[in-house]
């Protein structure tokens, strides 16, 4: 494969982040400034956000204000504002709002252990879950297209995921959404716990793309252990040209078993990668570095960004000696 | 080429990080302390730890307690400890120890403008001090056989080092081991400023290759922008099988112009990506992470570890569930 020209990133750190920062202080990060970074990041050529999650508010708190937070936030055209629900009463708390981009989401979970922490229902519950969502989906005019797979490299419960068993669960996404006359055009695999390493990112994204040669395949990759910007490097080497990521590596899952772990792989390193391989990501670098400092002053503590204690700039002149 | 069945590394991180911690505090970090980071280093596996840079102390007055170090850590039989050295009042000091494995090191630098800052020579004094070098190593029976470029892929006063200037500074560091009748076996080309991208790295190694195809390629790959993991992975791609590492990602060079920069690629995530990757290490990566734990304590703050805030094991028995 080679590198592909241009990717579309699709920014998660303000639903990412904030779930994460809030665990047991809900009110941390105040809605004002969860509407201020999202405003930011519009400003930074990015052309997806995702604003928040319509989640159980008894279980994520700190998510309580998603409709306050979609409700503030002054859209600017050309940008796709999402956010996530993982039942029927989120996506129909999301499509309330009005303001949101609904995308026809169906997602499986490739640990079932994982699946009872994060979504509370077992593998069986998660597939009817989704088959729920695919006809709410049909009745609201949304097709249907959009896959993804959590926890599709490792988990930190069951350890090594079979790639098989993702495969079974791509080929499940596809049934149900056919079930309701849809056709999945998209899907994200997803590296819920950061188990991924390079190489395996590039079997998984070959088999997937193997057995379905029309899917377009993203990437939404976690830093647990320091490897996510090498497996968006294996993911690029595939072609992969769809990756979610998160403005100063925010994130981190409540319920993936330790507190503290890194986020999402960075946008802004991303981009410099990116930049540096010559792919076009539309994003302006340097207002994507700003919006990290935003976004590490509303956490209150260092953010994972590496690039953010740097530069983004080679000197625009080389020296004369040669 | 394939990915190397097993690597080596270099433990730099008791000289990449204090160098840069004691930047305005040179007693920030104990010798004790030092010593004992060391001696933890040795118990993981590890075969080469550089303990410390004979540098000026006018200079890098947190290296002044070198002799110290070097006299106080308690040598493992089978490791090779190693230091640094810029010029022949550096070398003469570490060889009076008699506790130091020298090497006959040969060093130039592709960005003028850094080693006038890093080491306080021009190209021509910089080509001069190598000649000096060399005939030191001769007259101490110690072979010029191990080369190194620095700033081999960037430079945050000069911007892109051209790939020619590079080989270019290879082939003349063959020349001044040749004139005192050695012959280079190793090259190690280190991005000082954490300029490089993995396809630069695989270009540039693969010119030096195509060249010099005998010759051991190494890299030494700082973090500065969030890519040294990526870089490393691209490095393996091209079957490099040498790396300098840091144990919990210490470092940062003093005079790269970013204070707060993150330092080298980190030794226990490289031990991780290698775990995942099938690649041998010999090194237990559970006990890697403690020296991590141990030098986040020593120096006082969060390190730029992520790995350090996870876990590095799988659970050993997958679920029934598939």
Redesign the interface.
Known sequence: MA?PQSVFLHECGPREGYQFEGIGQPDKISTADKICLIEALAETGVKAIQMTSFVNPKQVPQMADAEAVVAGVRQKPGINYSCIYLNDIGFKRALATGRVAVHGKLTLTA???FCKRNQKRD?AQDIEMQRRMAALYRDNNVPADYGSIMAAF???????V?EA?VIGMVARLHDIAAEVGSRLKSMVLADSM??A????VRRVVGAVRNRWPDLRVGLHLH?????A??N???GLLEGVEMFDTAVAGLGGCPFAG?K???GNV?TE?MV??CQ??GIETGIDLDKMVECARLAQQIVGH?V????L????R??????A??
Chains 1, 2 share one sequence.
């Open positions: 590198l640990s079932e252990t593998f490792g988990c930190n419960y069951e350890g090594v079979p068993r950061g188990w390493s390079p190489e395996q830093d647990t252990r320091g490897l910007i090498a968006a490097y294996a330790f503290g772990a890194a960075c390193e410099f990668l540096e391989l260092p994972p960004s590496k690039l204690s740097s530069t983004t080679r000197p625009a002149s080389p020296a000696a040669a």
